[in-house]
């Protein structure tokens, strides 16, 4: 389990569905067997469904039955008319996050399995996603909201699938929680689902299409890293950047130094927009700058004469300040 190189110990994210549930008891056992401390498991009450709170109130039982110590976080306060489910998700990170580093804690661990993983797929698919949306999930990642750059993500359970993690919790006499939300048809996981089931697509077939672009994303990561070593400098809180090193590199390349730039001033944990990355990067290959503008949170702009380190080509990338990140790219 903690064996995928990640700080022990751990936190984990139990929501009363099987597949956190499952991964609740393998830690624990794990953690018996090598002698080590016990899982934290954390569990949050969103407050969006009547039952949240008993179900939240059901999961912390079934972990301290297992002598287990369990905290139930809440999301309080007013919750948004759209795009719940992913404020949710937000929001049980956050709370997550920061209960994980006031008590010292870098590892959260998460239940996510290969159906997961063939779902997630699909849904970046159809939204238009680049390589980088389509490759697999990581076994341990960084934490997925900003602000967290100490934590990290850990998924043991991606080589597994719903029904062997649900028939192990059966022959223990555990029971689970149905989420009301995994038969809603509003939401697009929902939907993918029961794609999925209709076509007859095995979840290993795509989680394995997933494994490939993921192994060209490391092999991206690895060429793009080298570009950045050579046309980056830092500069105070934001960095110096040779242009024509970055659009003269394979376009691939050149999008992915330039996202991983402004994610690293910004300090976001997420992407801009491809279309919106796309038509900076065009500008800065067509010379059609000007005199800067805005994106992810950050100010784009030719850099000053006194830290032109790399010459009249040098770029200056600084944090956006005084106002919520926004495009003027176009």
Not at 8 to 35: F, I, Q
Not at 56 to 75: F, N, T
Not at 181 to 196: K, Q
Request: aromatic share 6%; with cysteine.
């Amino acid at each position: 389990m903690a064996a995928l190189g990640a700080p022990w110990p751990g936190a984990v994210a139990v929501s009363g569905g099987g597949d956190s549930l499952a991964l609740m008891h393998l830690l624990r056992d794990w953690a018996k067997r090598a002698r080590l401390s016990p899982p934290v498991v954390l569990t949050v009450d969103h407050g969006l469904q009547e039952r949240s709170a008993a179900h939240a109130r059901s999961v912390v039982r079934w972990a301290r039955k297992l002598g287990l110590k369990a905290h139930l976080l809440r999301w309080t306060g007013e919750k948004p008319g759209r795009d719940v489910e992913a404020a949710a998700r937000d929001a049980r990170y956050r709370l997550m996050g920061a209960w994980c580093r006031k008590h010292g804690i870098v590892t959260l661990y998460v239940g996510h399995t290969r159906d997961d993983q063939a779902e997630t797929f699909l849904l970046r698919l159809a939204r238009g996603s680049g390589l980088d949306g389509l490759a697999a999930m990581r076994p341990r990642s960084p934490y997925p909201v900003s602000g967290f750059a100490e934590l990290s993500l850990v998924r043991p359970l991606m080589a597994f699938e719903r029904d062997a993690l649900r028939t192990h919790l059966t022959g223990r006499g555990q029971e689970w929680i149905e989420d009301p939300m995994n038969g809603d048809p509003r939401f697009g996981r929902v939907r993918i689902r029961e794609a999925l089931r209709v076509l007859g697509i095995p979840a290993e077939r795509l989680a394995g299409a997933a494994a490939h672009l993921g192994r060209a994303r490391e092999a991206l990561d690895a060429v793009t890293a080298a570009v950045l070593r050579r046309a980056c400098r830092p500069d105070g809180a934001g960095i110096l950047v040779e242009a024509t090193a970055l659009t003269s590199a394979p376009r691939e390349v050149g999008l992915r130094a330039l996202a991983r730039l402004l994610m690293t001033v910004s300090g976001q944990a997420y992407r801009p927009r491809f279309e919106r990355l796309e038509r900076l990067f065009d500008r800065l290959a067509q010379d059609r700058l000007g005199a800067g503008c805005t994106l992810h949170g950050c100010k784009i702009a030719p850099a000053p004469a006194s830290r032109a380190y790399f010459g009249s080509d040098t770029l200056l990338i600084s944090p956006e300040r005084g106002r919520m990140a926004r495009d003027t790219t176009s």
